[in-house]
């Protein structure tokens, strides 16, 4: 996330340590962008994520983890998360799949695409 700081046009509000505490964070802050990973404990970011979508509607969600099935990743987008970035690539696509999910496009890690 020291990418994500260290950029002066986005401000990282807050971090959830598992998939309830981002839900709970999410509906009382209303960020325009919540990065989520699959594997979060207690409740998993896919189950967040939806949670996140019917309670926060406008927030983009967009995943960052190391998960890399199409399960998963069909998953996530199909329940309206506008990205998904692979840990293996965080380093070239963070700032990049951010950007494009805040402009309303779509991302997903290159070596991720059908």
Do not use: W
């Not at 986005?10 to 998939?19: K, M």
């Not at 998960?67 to 380093?91: F, M, N, P, W």
């Amino acid at each position: 996330m020291g990418t994500l700081r260290e950029n002066p046009r986005l401000r990282v509000i807050d971090f959830a340590t598992d998939g309830l505490e981002a839900v709970r964070k999410a509906v009382e802050g209303r960020p325009d962008l919540i990065l989520l990973d699959i594997g979060l404990p207690r409740l998993t970011g896919i189950e967040a994520a939806r949670q996140i979508r019917e309670l926060v509607p406008k927030s983009k969600i967009m995943f960052l983890t190391a998960e890399t099935s199409e399960i998963a990743r069909q998953a996530a987008l199909g329940l309206g998360a506008e990205g998904y970035v692979s840990k293996i690539d965080i380093d070239s696509d963070l700032l990049v799949a951010v950007e494009a999910v805040m402009a309303g496009e779509r991302f997903v890690s290159e070596h991720l695409r059908d």
